[in-house]
């Protein structure tokens, strides 16, 4: 069984109970984060406690946490657990007032909800689907606004991955003014005469971490990389199309929407990146 952190103490899995009036629960308010963890250290730490200062700064919620509390919370997770491999999955909500109510609750009265658990996934970095490639179809996306902030109102996503699941496929890449977005959960990229394209920044798609040092490892590899939108057409003729996250790192993409992408294995580009971010991220993980 599990240990978990809930609220500044460490239980077991099933004994860590939250409120029926946390707006998390009755409102998706909250924003989460998951720190991949390799050979029993964190990747990309830094970037995480970033983004989560971030979301919560968007949403206008004070971080209850300190970034020294939390990497030491995440260290003391994954040794409790044994993690050698998977990864640390924070939420923390706008904390359970005592009725429902649309306003936000004052947070000297009601403090945020902060959870932790791990996720062990041994031979993660070896997985079938790295080895094959993902099969991706398009779906339109219906997801809010403000995908630049990390939120827990995944039911969009979920229904995404079920989409892809009855098309007998993997994941799904949101379309939105004939462009693509992104995966359901990762960043989207194809790959045209050895030019990596992805989209740019904006309030349109998640701020990937695995994205951030994907394109700085690509750029110090001298590969050319351009940030532009793209439509399904495009990445249809793509040499290659990958995806990236911190839980699956650099993926490649074989099939969207039943069209078979360059040789239908992954590329040598994303090949080669998914390469260069493991050494590195094993590198420099804390
Ligand atoms: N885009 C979306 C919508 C996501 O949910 C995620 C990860 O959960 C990503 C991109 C990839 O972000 P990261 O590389 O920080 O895991």
Redesign the pocket.
């Known amino acids: 069984m599990r240990t978990v952190y809930l609220n500044g103490e460490y239980v077991a899995e099933n004994e860590a109970k939250v409120s029926i009036f946390d707006r998390g629960f009755l409102m998706a308010d909250g924003v989460y984060?998951?720190t991949?963890v390799l050979d029993g250290k964190l990747v990309?730490f830094d970037?995480?406690a970033v983004?989560l200062e971030r979301s919560l700064g968007e949403l206008g919620m004070k971080n209850p946490i300190t970034k020294d509390e939390l990497l030491a919370v995440h260290r003391e997770l994954v040794s409790r657990n044994d993690v050698v491999d998977g990864g640390v999955y924070l939420q923390i909500t706008r904390g359970a007032p005592a009725d429902r109510d649309f306003a936000f609750p004052d947070p000297e009265t009601t403090p945020c909800t902060v959870v932790l658990f791990t996720q062990s996934k041994p031979g993660v970095t070896e997985s079938p689907a790295s080895k094959a490639g993902i099969k991706v179809i398009s779906i339109a996306d219906e997801?809010w606004g403000r995908?630049d902030i990390?939120t827990v109102q995944?039911l969009y996503?979920s229904m995404g991955k079920m989409m892809a699941k009855a098309a007998g496929c993997d994941d799904a890449w949101m379309v939105e003014d004939g462009f693509v977005?992104?995966?359901?959960?990762?960043?989207a990229y194809i790959v045209k005469g050895n030019k990596i394209i992805t989209r740019a920044l904006s309030n349109d798609?998640?701020?990937?971490?695995?994205?951030?040092?994907v394109l700085r490892f690509a750029q110090e590899a001298q590969m050319e990389v351009e940030e532009r939108n793209f439509t399904i057409d495009e990445a249809k003729e793509a040499d290659e199309a990958f995806?990236?996250?911190?839980?699956?790192f650099v993926n490649g993409v074989v099939e969207i929407d039943g069209a078979q992408i360059g040789d239908g294995v992954p590329g040598h580009v994303s090949k080669r990146l998914r390469e260069i971010y493991l050494d590195e991220s094993r590198k420099v993980a804390i």
């Open positions: 984060e998951v991949s990309d970037g995480h983004r997801r995908r990390k995944l996503p977005t992104e995966g359901t959960s990762n960043n798609i998640l701020h990937g971490i695995t994205r951030a040092a995806i990236t996250s911190a839980t699956m």
